[in-house]
């Protein structure tokens, strides 16, 4: 990390960025084949400024599950634009979103937990396996103030679902935190935040929020809080993975 990049930030932050930087770093000697999830959130955006700041090598992948809002789509726009850095766009398959939308109907997801988490299975965790197909890891914007489900998330655990290494850098951030930097450098966030949108997805699945509600309330706002994961993150057991051994150096 240069002097000159981390003089354009906050004192506050400097040691933070610097950490994150070397979290990926590190990560990246020992797995090589790593890509970049990103949603285009204000967490995402913030790794996607740093790692094409400082040149990282990295692969990025983002999943368009076909119900994104046009804000998501106009931001998407305005990252190939400004950064270096190239997103590839993973879609669900067509047969299968055919298939479960003959079924349950295309607002069937609203009917039932499960009938929620077919329609994640089919926009997004199909298409995530082919993204992470034949990488060693995955990085993600997750951060343990995010939501109940999130609170003891690991930098680095082994995500026995996928089977590979997921890098969460950001896990020790507050919302402060990922709004300064976003400040200090000028980066592009979805306009949805402005109007009350802290976490973003697909535009049938997600609200603005109100005072006092956690960022991850208007996810899935008709289920319990408990529930309000897609999968994508989960493991096996159908909870947020924690790591077994470290295997990287990284700080916690």
């Known amino acids: 990390m240069s002097a000159e990049f981390l003089d354009a930030l906050p004192l506050s932050l400097r040691t933070r960025v610097d950490q ?21 959130g204000a967490e ?34 305005e990252v190939r634009q400004r950064y270096r850095l190239r997103v590839r766009t993973f879609f669900p398959d067509a ?14 997801f609203r009917v039932s937990v499960d009938a929620r988490k077919r329609c994640c299975q089919v926009r997004k965790l199909e298409p995530l396996a082919r993204a992470l197909q034949g990488k060693s890891m995955w990085i993600t914007g997750l951060r343990r103030e995010q939501a109940v489900t999130r609170a003891g998330l690991d930098v680095l655990a082994r995500d026995e679902g996928n089977g590979l290494m997921k890098l ?28 009350g949108y802290p976490s973003i997805g697909c535009a ?8 006092g509600e956690d960022a991850r309330a208007g996810r899935w706002w008709w289920e319990q809080p408990e529930s309000k994961e897609c999968g994508l993150h989960l493991g096996p057991d159908g909870r947020l993975g924690r790591a077994k051994t470290i295997a990287v150096a990284v700080a916690p």
């Open 20 to 40: 994150v930087a070397a979290r990926v770093a590190d990560a990246l000697v020992r797995y090589p084949r790593t890509v970049f999830a990103t949603s285009f």
């Open 44 to 77: 995402d955006m913030v790794l996607l400024d740093l790692l094409d700041a400082v040149g990282a090598e990295v692969e990025v992948f983002t999943l368009d599950t076909g119900r994104l809002p046009e804000e998501t789509h106009a931001l998407m726009d």
């Open 95 to 108: 047969a299968q979103v055919e298939r479960m939308v003959d079924e349950q109907g295309a607002n069937g």
């Open 168 to 195: 969460a850098p950001l896990a020790d951030w507050t919302a402060a935190d990922v709004d300064a930097y976003v400040r200090a450098r000028g980066v592009p966030v979805n306009s949805l935040h402005a109007r």
């Open 204 to 211: 049938p699945c997600t609200r603005a929020v109100t005072p």
